[in-house]
Every structure is written in C-alpha cells, then in structure tokens.
C-alpha cells in the first residue's frame, strides 16, 4: 500500500475516504461486533446457592444467544425466515417460504441463493446444511421460557434427550454457523464451547426454565 500511496498522489486520501465510507456503512448495518458482552462463565454462577435458581439463571445467560437474531431468524414461528445484520429481525426478501422439507418452495429453493459457504461479497450467508428449524422449533416471539419449554420437549424438539440437546448446541455445525456467520453479521456472543458449557451446567442443575 505505501507503494501505491506514493507512487499515485491523492491515494492516500482516497483510502482514507473509502475507509471512513466503510465505517459509516458498517454502522448502519449495525455490526458493532466489539460491543457485545462475552458469555459469563459457568463458574460465576457458583454463588448462587440454590440449585433451581442457579439452573434458571445459567439457561437465561444461555438464552441471550439462544435470542441472538443469528439463532432466530432461522426459528420463525411462521413459514418465512427474518434478515437483518444486527438485530433488527426483518422479514426476509424475498419472500421465501419454508416448503415441505424446510428449504423452500418447488419453485424458490434456498440453494438458489444460500451456497455451501458464507458469499462475503454478496453478504448471502451459506452452509450445507442450510433450511428453516421446523415450525414446532420456532422461538421468534416466543418467551424465554417457552423457548425453554420447546427445547425440553421430546415432541417438539426432535424427539431429543437432553443429552442430544447438549450435543446439538455444542457441536452441531449449523448451530456453529451462529459464531461464524460472515460479511458484516454480528456473531452470536461468546463462542460455541462458552455457549454448550452453560447448557450443560443448566442440564445438570435440572434444566429448571425461565418463569
Ligand atoms: C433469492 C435469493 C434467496 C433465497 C431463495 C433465499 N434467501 Fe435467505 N437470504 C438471501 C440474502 C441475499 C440474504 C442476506 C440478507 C441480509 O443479511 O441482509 C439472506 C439471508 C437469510 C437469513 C438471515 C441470516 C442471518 O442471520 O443474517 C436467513 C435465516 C435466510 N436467508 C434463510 C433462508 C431460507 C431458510 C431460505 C429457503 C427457504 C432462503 N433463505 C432462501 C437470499 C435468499
Ligand atoms: C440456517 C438456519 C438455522 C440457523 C442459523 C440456526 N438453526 Fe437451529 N435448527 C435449524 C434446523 C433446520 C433445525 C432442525 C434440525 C434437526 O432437528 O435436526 C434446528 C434445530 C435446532 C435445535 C434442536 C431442537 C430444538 O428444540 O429447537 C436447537 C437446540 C437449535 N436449532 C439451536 C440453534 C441455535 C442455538 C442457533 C444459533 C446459534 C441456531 N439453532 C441457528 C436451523 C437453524
């Protein structure tokens, strides 16, 4: 770059201009990743001493990825995905809805859009496995506790244990796409270890849910 800053007068101020464009741009967005408070840890938990309200208080620190817009947009409560970079949980655009199998209609597939991989150029985020959480799994709207609820329940959340819960929120890597989500997205807090670390201690505290 200094290369190029000397050898063309002006570039340098150009840069300049772009760089500060670009903030200017990525605000609006609202992908101020920084800003997000890291996941309190298992351990800070420790002092509160009765059981059912430590369990309640570890799945609400849980719940604050669990409610990150990178986890609800894919969990509607309805038949169509939500957008947006930050939080602000717009209803996507196209509309596009969920299909038979989750990845769209006959007519207007994911795939037609959503790639195996993050297009940091499109900002279209991507992975293999990408379609919509089956409706039974929505959370968009939906309490904490209800959410809790849903999450307990063998009928709604994939005839899951909670075991298998535990397993899919550390190391399902759908689930992992919420930390990795690319262009100017704003990842979900803390990191997926962080994340399953605080499920597991709510599971073996009791699973107690939010009131
Ligand atoms: C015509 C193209 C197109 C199709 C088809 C499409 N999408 Fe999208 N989708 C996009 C684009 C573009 C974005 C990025 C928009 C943004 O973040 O501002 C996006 C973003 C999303 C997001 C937001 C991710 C996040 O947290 O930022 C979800 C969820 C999503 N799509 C789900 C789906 C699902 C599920 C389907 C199939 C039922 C689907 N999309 C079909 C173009 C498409
Ligand atoms: C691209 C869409 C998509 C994104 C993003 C996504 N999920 Fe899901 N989620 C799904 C689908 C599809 C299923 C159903 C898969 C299955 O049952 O095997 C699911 C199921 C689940 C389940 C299982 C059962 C239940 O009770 O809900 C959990 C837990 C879950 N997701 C957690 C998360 C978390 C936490 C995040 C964010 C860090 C997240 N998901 C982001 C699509 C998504």
């Known amino acids: 770059m200094s290369v190029l800053t000397q050898s063309i007068p002006g570039a340098a101020a150009g840069l ?3 760089a500060v464009a670009a903030a200017v741009l990525s605000c609006a967005a609202g992908a101020p990743a920084q800003n997000v408070a890291p996941l309190r840890s298992v351990q800070s938990f420790d002092s509160i ?14 719940g604050r990825v669990i409610q990150s817009p990178r986890c609800l947009n894919c969990h509607p409560t309805g038949d169509r995905p939500f957008q947006g970079q930050g939080t602000e949980l717009r209803l996507h655009v196209p509309n596009v ?12 597939r994911c795939t037609s859009c959503h790639q195996a991989k993050n297009n940091d150029a499109s900002g279209v ?3 293999p496995m990408w379609h919509l959480a089956p409706l039974e799994m929505g959370w968009v709207g939906v309490s904490l506790g209800g959410i ?11 005839k899951r244990s909670l075991a298998q819960i535990h397993e899919h929120m ?9 930390w990795l989500p690319g262009a100017h997205r704003e990842p979900a807090p803390g990191t997926q ?7 597991d201690a709510w599971i073996k505290t009791g699973a107690v849910c939010p009131g």
């Open 193 to 199: 270890a962080e994340f399953g670390a605080l499920i």
């Open 49 to 62: 001493a009765n059981t059912q309200e430590r369990s309640r208080a570890l799945f609400v620190e849980a």
């Open 148 to 158: 809790c609820e849903q999450i307990k329940d063998p009928k709604r959340n994939g």
């Open 170 to 178: 550390t190391h399902d890597p759908l689930v992992g796409w919420g």
């Open 97 to 108: 809805t969920r299909g038979k199998d989750g990845k769209g209609a006959p007519a207007l």
């Open 125 to 127: 985020p991507g992975h």
């Open 16 to 18: 300049r201009a772009l």
